[in-house]
């Protein structure tokens, strides 16, 4: 059974920074890929950012240059830092990972002020 468990939203200014986390139960070296999501109301969910069991990173274009993804294979985590946050990037995150299917995390809510 795979577990995803997101932390680390909440509410910051315009400008500001948050890092999310992604604990995952087992080994993360399992997955294909390890990812964020974001889905803002009324819109469809949408990918931020991944990273292959390879090491390879892919980003949305609306958050590159902002935004990094990295993993903590030693503690099966994933990290989604987000810097110069705008009021467009408040959305509801989920954690994604992918071996033959996808699996989900519960979300964590991102609110950036104006």
């Known amino acids: 059974q795979v577990q995803l468990v997101e932390s680390g939203g909440g509410l910051v200014q315009a400008g500001g920074s948050l890092r999310l986390s992604c604990a995952a139960s087992g080994s993360i070296f399992r997955f294909n890929a390890m990812g964020w999501y974001r889905q803002a109301p009324g819109k469809q969910r949408e990918l931020v950012a991944e990273i292959t069991s390879g090491g390879s990173a892919n980003y949305a274009d609306s958050v590159k240059g902002r935004f990094t993804i990295s993993t903590d294979n030693a503690k099966n985590t994933v990290y989604l830092q987000m810097n110069s946050l705008k009021p467009e990037d408040t959305a509801v995150y989920y954690c994604?990972?992918?071996?033959?299917?996808?699996?989900w995390g519960q979300g964590t809510q991102v609110t950036v002020s104006s």
């Open positions: 994604n990972a992918v071996k033959l299917r996808h699996y």
